[in-house]
């Protein structure tokens, strides 16, 4: 099931706003978040447009909170951060999707919650582009 309102269903120009596609995991699609003031920042989607995690069946929760310790596993490995927040939000979007927010000690929001569109750090494409790679090549 897709919502053709949805960028995490749609991709393209309504995904180009807030994100960047890095691949399709087991359920879901990794999204490289293009608002960076938590360098590595990522989000997790499940494939279908559902707005709840009680929304799918055991198998595919399963199969999905492992897509989210798989892309964790890539952030810690890429980024080294010293924690990884996950935040599960969607009060507008509706499609079940979690944040993988890296944290770094002493460094903005440490401590706290992150903000969700802090609108600090935008990168190049060629910034981009290292991070999906690098992100993908730990996979």
């Known amino acids: 099931m897709k919502n053709e309102n949805c960028g995490y269903c749609t991709g393209g120009e309504l995904l180009d ?8 995991l087991s359920v879901s699609k990794l ?9 590595g920042r990522c989000i997790v989607a499940f494939k279908d447009h559902v707005s709840e995690i009680t929304d799918i069946s055991e198998e595919d929760r399963n ?13 810690h490995k890429v980024f080294k951060p010293d924690k990884v927040n996950y935040g599960a939000y969607g009060d507008t979007g509706c499609h079940l999707h979690f944040h993988l927010c890296p944290k770094y000690e002493n460094g903005d ?9 802090p609108g600090k750090v935008y990168l190049t494409d ?8 690098d992100i993908l090549s730990v996979l």
Do not use: H, P
């Not at 199969?63 to 952030?75: G, L, M, N, Q, S």
């Open 17 to 24: 706003k807030f994100g960047i596609f890095i691949c399709d």
């Open 109 to 117: 929001e440490w401590g706290s919650t992150f903000t969700m569109n």
């Open 63 to 75: 199969a999905f909170f492992a897509d989210v310790t798989r892309a964790a596993k890539a952030i």
């Open 31 to 39: 999204i490289l978040f293009k608002e960076q003031s938590k360098r």
């Open 126 to 133: 060629e910034e981009y582009e290292k991070m999906k790679k």
